[in-house]
């Protein structure tokens, strides 16, 4: 069955000193077990730092963007294999933050995407709506035009690599979070999009996480819901008491 995962996108937030606190304080506040999978994702110029300082642990360290290109004249970009030497596996892909500060399109997702799972890399695939969209009923079509436009060229094989982030962009760094029953119901759509593309199989097992404004005391309530399989979580994942609170609400 799908996995349960708690990823803590640290943004724009961590220098290396910093970056090598947090994970010791996750490291002195780590339970033996947890009931998901723990990410944590730092800037670049951390990943290789933490990578190694997590090797002790159960905590993945994944990278929050990649350049879609393999190699060359690309000023400034930070290529697959890059990523891989460094001990990265897992890549977030289409953030809001990237779609619309960044203007990085659907099409330019979907080559990021195919690039980095025909490396082998797991994509954490981001998507979601803006309030205006929500407000005028629209919020289910965009999700899933973003989800067919950035994904459905890859194959069913393909799509195992493949974990979903709804973040409706109105919550992210709000502290307004979607409801239980606002996430339950777009994860819900999303299965059902990926089911009617892929199949019963294929929309089982891919795990969709929920983010925006997701801390301790919500956390519990939106992972009951039947069709949330996790969290992409920003600002509490700063603070590792509160990320690993966030994780024990499975
Ligand atoms: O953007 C997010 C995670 O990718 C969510 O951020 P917040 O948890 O700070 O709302």
């Not at 995962?5 to 961590?14: H, Q, R």
């Not at 294929?202 to 949330?228: C, M, Q, W």
Request: charged content about 20%; overall charge negative.
């Amino acid at each position: 069955m799908r996995k349960n995962i708690v990823a803590g996108n640290w943004k724009m937030n961590c220098d290396l000193s910093m970056t090598q606190t947090l994970i010791g304080d996750l490291k002195k506040e780590l339970k033996a077990d947890y009931n998901c999978e723990l990410m944590i994702a730092p800037s670049h110029p951390c990943l290789y730092p933490a990578f190694n300082n997590t090797l002790d642990t159960p905590i993945e360290v994944v990278a929050q963007n990649v350049c879609e290109h393999e190699k060359g004249a690309y000023t400034g970009e930070v290529s697959i294999d890059m990523l891989q030497s460094v001990g990265v596996k897992t890549v977030i892909i289409g953030h809001s933050e990237r779609r619309d500060i960044y203007a990085e399109s659907d099409e330019l997702l979907a080559a990021k995407t195919l690039a980095a799972v025909e490396k082998g890399m797991r994509v954490i695939f981001c998507c979601g709506e803006h309030l205006e969209q929500r407000k005028a009923g629209n919020h289910v079509n965009t999700v899933t035009a973003q989800i067919e436009k950035g994904l459905f060229q890859l194959d069913t094989s393909q799509m195992e690599q493949i974990v979903i982030a709804y973040e409706p962009v109105w919550a992210i760094g709000t502290g307004e979070t979607a409801s239980p029953e606002q996430a339950q119901e777009m994860h819900a759509e999303i299965r059902s999009f990926i089911q009617a593309k892929y199949g019963d199989m294929t929309a089982r097992h891919t795990s969709i996480l929920y983010g925006g404004s997701v801390k301790p005391s919500n956390a519990k309530e939106i992972f009951a819901k039947p069709d949330v399989d996790g969290g992409l979580v920003g600002g509490a994942s700063l603070d590792a008491k509160s990320f690993l609170a966030i994780a024990d609400a499975f």
